[in-house]
């Protein structure tokens, strides 16, 4: 006989509608959704394979490669987070043995070494102190002495809040047969990307920063001599759910199934990118760098400084030095009880050292910057 386990074993299981408490989210993402997003992930459900869903993914598509600035033919939305997009284009790029230059200057720079290394690279680094950029003199130096099939780079480090410039990257690639693979995860939507033009082959991102959307639904893009390399592989990609050679046949003509896609969190994003190629990219970019600096100047005002030098700073994400004395987690825990503000913490090398603050998608506005030094002009006095 089968005994029946009794919902009230669990004591922290409330039996009523969920609820969840409003924030204004100037962490490192997610960030706050815009009305319309949330609008639009609230429609109703259809099959992965409706027509007016396919009509959906091709709107994705387009609009995806208008905020990237590509005509490339293989850009997608991975079902899955930044981190699956960011696996994607490691595993459709590397083979067992492939030689891969990664550039390291935070944390992420990091994730992609693990990623690579599981894939069978001949993992490779060039290092900078968390918060400074590689110059392309020194790109190029690494480059010509390792040979690498793949340079992967961060353009916007997230834990640290730099930019690493990438014009001229590709000319030295291009030299040694280099395939150039960046990651745009919050950049993309919020600073000024080029993909075409700076001769990018592969790039990954995800939909709940720059984006303003749900995570969920991550950008993903490759060009045409990434895909030719795919196309040459001697053996499978080792990941069956990121592979681009099954992917590109439900995202291109053939329409073939592979799986189930979450169609709701797709609904945000074709609204989310419908907002911002509405807004225009050029002006979008200008509002997030006009309300970074408008943040930068009001939190010098209060004392504080940032960790990066002021022409490698992202505009959707600052890092502020956290004051000798101060205790950074109880601040940030102040902001969020006291004025529901969250704000991020230092990763890595960084931790306990910097407080990390997002301007990005629909949050980048003048309230919200106002919004947040008002609550800590109330919260740093007490220390």
């Not at 997608?76 to 595993?91: D, R, Y």
């Not at 911002?276 to 004392?303: P, T």
Request: include cysteine.
């Amino acid at each position: 006989m089968i005994t029946m386990i009794s919902i009230n074993n669990s004591q922290h299981l409330q039996l009523k509608p969920l609820e969840i408490p409003w924030r204004l989210l100037l962490g490192p993402g997610p960030s706050n959704a815009h009305p319309s997003v949330l609008a639009a992930i609230n429609n109703s459900l259809v099959g992965h394979l409706d027509p007016a869903f396919l009509e959906l993914m091709d709107e994705i598509q387009s609009l995806l490669r208008y905020v990237w600035q590509t005509e490339n033919h293989h850009t997608i939305a991975v079902s899955g987070t930044g981190s699956a997009a960011m696996e994607a284009s490691i595993a459709n790029a590397t083979a067992p043995g492939d030689v891969v230059l990664i550039g390291v200057a935070g944390y992420f720079g990091h994730r992609l070494v693990d990623m690579a290394g599981r894939y069978g690279a001949d993992v490779r680094t060039i290092t900078k102190p968390w918060g400074q950029v590689f110059s392309l003199d020194e790109i190029r130096m690494a480059v010509e002495h390792h040979r690498p099939a793949i340079l992967a780079l961060v353009h916007a480090e997230t834990s640290t809040g730099a930019r690493q410039p990438l014009e001229g990257v590709a000319e030295v690639c291009r030299e040694f047969g280099t395939l150039l693979l960046v990651d745009t995860v919050t950049s993309l939507g919020g600073v000024p990307i080029f993909l075409d033009a700076w001769g990018v082959d592969l790039a990954y991102s995800c939909s709940q920063k720059g984006l303003g959307c749900s995570p969920g639904a991550s950008p993903f893009t490759m060009s045409s001599r990434a895909v030719e390399k795919l196309q040459q592989r001697s053996t499978k990609v080792k990941n069956w759910y990121l592979d681009m050679s099954l992917l590109s046949k439900y995202w291109g003509n053939e329409r073939t199934y592979h799986h189930t896609a979450p169609m709701s969190l797709y609904y945000g994003l074709r609204e989310a990118l419908r907002l911002l190629a509405e807004e225009g990219l050029a002006n979008c970019w200008q509002r997030h760098q006009k309300n970074a600096e408008y943040l930068w100047e009001g939190l010098e005002d209060l004392g504080l400084t940032m960790h990066v030098e002021r022409q490698y700073r992202l505009p959707t994400l600052t890092t502020v030095r956290i004051p000798t004395g101060v205790d950074g987690k109880d601040i940030a825990r102040q902001l969020l009880n006291e004025h529901n503000i969250e704000i991020g913490l230092g990763l890595g090398e960084l931790a306990g050292q910097v407080w990390r603050v997002g301007l990005m998608g629909f949050n980048s506005r003048l309230e919200s910057v106002d919004r947040l030094l008002e609550a800590l002009r109330q919260v740093l006095p007490r220390y």
